[in-house]
């Protein structure tokens, strides 16, 4: 016994690209009827072997015969079968399913997206005093000194490089940043 849905969904090649420029033509609802029919369970069935669920399958189908619809225009009978092209679409459905599937959802509550409240007054002095207390600490430090402690920190140079551009021991120049930090910090605590 063959049952009408089963003679509708048993199309060939020719027949199928058919009815895609029939919707082209003219939005042919009934071509799209028999296209829906003929690939909505076999696009479902492949989505599930590339390991979607089946709700998951369903809304991709879906989403699939939606695309089919909409761009049956790009069809291209010459460069691919029906076929081909529609379970390409499904599996980009897929492939941009997995893609949300793996961004985190976004939690307004998360601390690391609530904005810094703006600093107070008091505190913005602070800082300021204690920046210009650091600018003076490193103007009074000596002269070699203050110079490897800018190439380290301000210019982000390792000591071993440092040691090479200055023709300096590396045991001198570790030596001399941190004697430099210690007068610094000792700087900083006096005036605290």
């Known amino acids: 016994m063959t049952s009408n849905r089963g003679a509708a969904t ?24 028999r296209l829906f029919q003929h690939f909505a369970p076999r696009v479902k069935g492949y989505l599930m072997r590339l390991g979607a669920e089946a709700a998951q399958a369903e809304e991709l189908t879906q989403e699939t015969m939606l695309a089919l619809w909409h761009k049956a225009a790009t069809f291209d009978r010459r460069r691919s079968s029906a076929a081909t092209w529609v379970f390409t679409i499904a599996r980009n459905k897929r492939i941009d399913a997995l893609r949300r599937d793996r961004r985190p959802e976004v939690d307004p509550n998360d601390p690391m997206l609530v904005p810094a409240a703006e600093a107070q007054a008091d505190e913005m002095y602070q800082v300021a005093q204690s920046e210009e207390r650091l600018r003076v600490a490193m103007i009074d430090l000596p002269a070699e000194q203050r110079q490897l402690l800018e190439l380290a920190f301000f210019r982000d140079q390792s000591h071993r490089d440092i040691a090479a551009t200055q023709g300096l021991p590396l045991g001198t120049v570790k030596s001399r940043i941190r004697l430099a930090l210690a007068s610094l910090r000792k700087a900083i605590e006096e005036i605290d």
């Open 10 to 33: 048993n199309l060939d090649r020719d027949r199928l690209a058919d009815l895609i420029a029939a919707i082209v033509a003219g939005q042919d609802r009934e071509a799209f009827v």
